[in-house]
């Protein structure tokens, strides 16, 4: 207990002091997971859209297969990735192993299926009045999906949110793919391996704890945003 | 005035149709937005492509022991490295089996390990073009200070059989790692298969591994430097800490440039240079801890 209690006042000494290291890793993570999510919202916000409005042979399967890969570990991702992107790989011409951009690919990976899913469903939930309305109402095919992403808003703000929250605390990706390199692809959740491996616990746990205060002050700011936005 | 009750369902459907016709107002709007959207992407794409080329075609890539880097050692050098031979360094720290892999494959530039035997074979196999042990340090065997087995006073094989006789709790590293292929050989030296009850893989590295036998009291294998750090964290005690199977010796490879074009075997060839000079020999005699050196080279060290 004592160790949790050293890691708070570490954690406050760490933010105050501005340890560089700490400022450096806490930066790369908002970073490569806001772009990774962004990139996967993009993404996955047409797909997910597409799923839920329109009928081809083989939609259930491929809903059910985004469905499954919401729990696909991210080691696994990350072994994959690190299989695509090794010197030696499929992708090694673009030189993305060990490199933030290499770890922003596998999040997207790993958003991609949340957003999908979560998508689909907050859209396929909707009364099904409203398409039909906006039909009548003679809505061009852009104005009818703006339509349902105004109407399942909050669908996605939270398959944003989760997608995010998972990028931002998970370690498998950045640890294969980006391989904790110091100042270049260092995480908030990689440096907290680290720091435990070299039996720095406080430390260990402050930088825990500074993830935890940046995870939850990104999802009040989503949250409010996403409410200003209802007005 | 007319009082229009409205049930839930078609209180939504009207919102719907009064947000639809916003919408269609705001349509411009929302294109805009997308186009935004579509060329924020295609700026961090082409980003993502202009990033590439000044990172890895002057970067050397180290594959290294954890050892080494979380004792610091390997900071202080590089440091000193830098300041001759301007350089962006990456340091990927590993086990020695890994790392040793991560060069096979052509991942890496520069390997430092420490399991002379697997060393010999990657060599022999044309995986290396340089070899060179450059520091040592000791293995040691630690357990609880009351040494429930009595292994103090013995030679390392005799304290591994006699912790297996009496099924005692031992931890093994069981991660391929330097000390762990050392400790298996140390098994085999004596003729002995780790295969009693109380043995244990925890599949981590040496620090989490002293952990988990500090918990468990349990006797395991660790290296100096590892155990050095850990000395004022944990109630284990080295017992067993002569003998020339202990022996730790610290090699640096250069990894085979024929393996593909990437290999930055010129950089890779200076920092060689570099750990196996008296300056760099200098560093690691001085490098110590709890004022110990943790290492000591296999260079003489050069004289102020």
């Known amino acids: ?231 | 005035m007319m009082h229009l009750k409205l049930d839930a369902k078609q209180e939504r459907t009207a919102s719907a149709i009064g947000s639809i016709r916003q919408h269609m107002q705001t349509t411009n709007m929302l294109k805009k937005m997308l186009l935004f959207g579509g060329l924020t992407t295609v700026c961090l794409c082409l980003v993502a492509c202009s990033k590439q080329p000044d990172l890895p075609s002057k970067s050397l890539r180290i594959a290294t022991t954890t050892s080494t880097r979380d004792s610091g050692l390997l900071d202080e050098l590089l440091s000193v490295f830098i300041q001759d031979t301007p350089c962006d360094i990456s340091v990927i720290a590993v086990g020695t089996g890994a790392a040793l892999k991560l060069g096979e494959q052509g991942e890496a530039d520069l390997l430092i390990v420490h399991a002379p035997n697997s060393e010999q074979q990657f060599m022999s196999a044309k995986h290396g073009l340089r070899h060179a042990p450059f520091m040592k340090n000791e293995f040691i065997i630690l357990g609880p200070s009351a040494d429930p087995v009595n292994i103090r006073q013995l030679s390392p094989g005799e304290a591994l059989q006699q912790i297996a006789a009496e099924n005692h709790s031992f931890i093994s590293r069981g991660d391929d790692s330097g000390t762990h292929k050392r400790e298996l050989e140390l098994w085999e030296d004596v003729k002995q298969h780790p295969d009693f009850e109380a043995y244990h893989e925890s599949g981590q590295g040496m620090g989490n591994t002293l952990i988990i036998a500090n918990q468990l009291q349990a006797y395991t294998l660790s290296d100096m430097a590892t155990y050095l750090r850990f000395r004022d964290k944990i109630d284990l005690v080295p017992l067993v800490t002569n003998g020339s199977s202990l022996e730790n010796r610290y090699s640096v490879i250069t990894v085979n440039p024929a393996k593909n074009d990437k290999i930055n075997s010129e950089t890779a060839r200076q920092f060689f240079t570099f750990l196996t000079s008296s300056k760099a020999a200098e560093i690691i005699a001085d490098y110590q801890l709890h004022e110990t050196a943790l290492f000591t080279p296999l260079v003489t060290p050069q004289t102020p």
């Open chain 1, 1 to 231: 207990m004592e160790m949790i209690l050293a890691g708070i006042r570490e954690a406050i000494h760490l933010l105050i002091s501005g340890d560089p290291l700490v400022w450096d890793a806490a930066w790369r993570s908002i970073w490569v997971s806001s772009t990774a999510v962004f990139i996967a919202t993009i993404l996955g916000v047409s797909i997910g859209t597409f799923l839920a409005r329109h009928r081809f042979p083989g939609k259930s399967l491929v809903v059910t297969l985004f469905r499954g890969a919401m729990g696909v570990p991210t080691v696994l991702i990350g072994l994959i990735g690190y299989a695509l992107l090794a010197r030696q790989g499929p992708l090694g011409i673009l030189e993305l192993l060990y490199t933030s951009w290499g770890i922003v690919l596998g999040e997207v990976l790993l958003a991609l299926p949340i957003i999908v899913s979560l998508t689909h469903g907050g859209i396929k939930n909707l009364d099904q009045r409203i398409p039909e309305t906006a039909l009548m109402l003679g809505a061009r095919p852009l104005q009818r999906w703006s339509t349902y992403l105004s109407e399942a808003r909050l669908a996605i703000t939270l398959a944003i949110l989760t997608a995010f929250a998972r990028c931002f605390t998970e370690l498998g990706i950045a640890m294969m793919v980006g391989g904790n390199l110091k100042l270049k692809t260092r995480t908030l959740s990689t440096s907290t391996t680290l720091e435990t491996a070299r039996g720095e616990f406080p430390r260990a746990v402050a930088m825990s704890l500074i993830l935890l205060l940046i995870a939850i002050l990104i999802t009040v700011v989503i949250a409010w945003a996403s409410r200003e936005e209802r007005e």
